[in-house]
């Protein structure tokens, strides 16, 4: 591959004047590996972005993408549709707690977020409640990056320079603890802080709420697992005050918990869940919103004359191609039994991640199923350890993503226990410095 022009490229969440110094680029991939343009070898330890579950390169995918831009490259679905559409919105409903089973497509996480936002204020528009206009999310909660989850973020850096233009969103406490620390699965203690939702709709009026959204995981933030009993709590005041309770699985979707959805992994029926990522395994990009009937049939039913009954959509909703590409991971999924291999692999992936316990450079680890957390010991300045560490692991042939001075360790299904060894002990070398 010759020279390659990087002026014009201005890439996402990424120091691109570090990166135009020192480029780390991936031109190919395969099953857990990628390779870089100058044919180096890296372990792919983070599913790409979450979203490869079942591996880099399926020719089932590429296939069923081939055959659909062929047979219908594209239609939009303002007032038209595409059969495929169809059969994908059954499939996916197919996976989800029964009750959730209408699907409005997007293009990403951050477009199902705020499709969600969007159809809660709906919902109680439909049912005189319109009132209801505040959001409650928690603080280190990652949503997206539009206007809708930029305000429900809980995450400092997302949200300061762009305060300006966010919604009306209170923020619970985050769940993690000094006591927590190295707990494998659910922490035993934290699930009293669910009750901080009880004391915002007592001081904020509960009536003004329209929805809190979680991540049944915190995800993005380095893998904090919920406290156990603290999402059932959550269902229960949600309830008690008439507030709908949003899942944002948009990570943790499609088996990262050994279950489909981390709602049947914890036993939560939340009235919405938000997903992307794995859903097309990262072949194409698309996401969906799912809700319960009866909040669709609300909307439906309030909705007068003859127009739409949600003004809200997308170019790209329901893409030929992208349902082409979903169908086609949903069935790998299935005939592969990827969420069972999660499940069963999980306590061996775990193993090998709170062995990295003592190393230099650990603080804290965090796991449940196939997503673990490595938070790292700082420097002076926050983050730096961080970008400094997942430099450190490309060049030793390791991907991974790193969020401040968090790593976020969470393999493809498919990962074998060798490979699973060999990325251990890339962060076991790596993590092991103290000179870092």
Request: hydrophobic residues 40%; contains cysteine.
């Amino acid at each position: 591959m010759g020279v390659i022009n990087m002026e014009h490229h201005w890439l996402p969440f990424t120091n691109n004047r570090l990166f135009r110094e020192e480029p780390q680029m991936f031109a190919r991939a395969e099953g857990v590996r990628y390779w870089t343009p100058e044919g180096d070898e890296l372990l792919d330890g983070s599913s790409g972005l979450f979203c490869c579950a079942a591996g880099h390169g399926r020719r089932e995918i590429a296939d069923a993408v081939h055959k659909q831009l062929l047979e219908l490259d594209y239609t939009t679905h303002f007032q038209r549709a595409a059969p495929v559409s169809f059969e994908l919105a059954t499939r996916v409903a197919e996976l989800l707690p029964k009750g959730i089973d209408r699907i409005f497509f997007g293009s990403s996480g951050s477009e199902a977020v705020d499709s969600a936002i969007k159809i809660c204020l709906a919902y109680h528009r439909a049912r005189g409640q319109g009132q209801r206009t505040r959001f409650v999310s928690r603080a280190w909660a990652y949503h997206g990056v539009n206007l809708g989850g930029t305000s429900l973020a809980g995450m400092v850096n997302n949200r300061r320079d762009f305060s300006g233009v966010t919604c009306d969103v209170v923020h619970m406490r985050h769940t993690w603890t000094e006591e927590q620390r190295f707990s494998k699965g659910q922490p035993e203690t934290g699930a009293e802080l669910a009750d901080d939702l009880e004391d915002i709709c007592k001081t904020y009026g509960a009536d003004t709420i329209a929805g809190v959204f979680v991540e049944p995981i915190a995800g993005s933030v380095g893998t904090i697992v919920p406290p156990q009993g603290y999402l059932q709590r959550l269902r229960e005041i949600a309830d008690k005050y008439g507030l709908l309770l949003i899942f944002d699985e948009v990570i943790t979707g499609f088996g990262r918990t050994g279950s489909a959805f981390a709602a049947q992994e914890f036993g939560i029926t939340p009235d919405i869940i938000t997903m992307a990522k794995a859903l097309t395994n990262g072949a194409v990009p698309m996401s969906a919103v799912a809700v319960k009937t009866e909040i669709q049939q609300a909307i439906i039913d309030a909705a007068e004359g003859d127009r739409p009954e949600l003004f809200h959509g997308y170019t790209y909703s329901a893409h030929p191609v992208a349902c082409a590409a979903a169908i086609a991971s949903l069935d790998i999924y299935r005939d592969h039994g990827l969420f069972e291999r999660a499940k069963a692999f999980s306590p061996t992936f775990l193993d090998q991640v709170f062995g990295l316990r003592n190393l230099a450079q650990v603080s804290d680890l965090r796991g449940y199923g196939m997503i673990s957390g490595i938070q790292l010991k700082p420097s002076d300045k926050p983050g730096l350890k961080g970008s400094i560490v997942q430099r450190i692991l490309f060049n030793e042939g390791l991907h991974v993503k790193a969020t401040g001075d968090a790593i976020i360790f969470a393999p493809a299904f498919v990962t074998t226990e060798d490979e699973l060894e060999q990325m251990t002990a890339i962060l076991r070398k790596v993590l092991g410095r103290a000179d870092i």
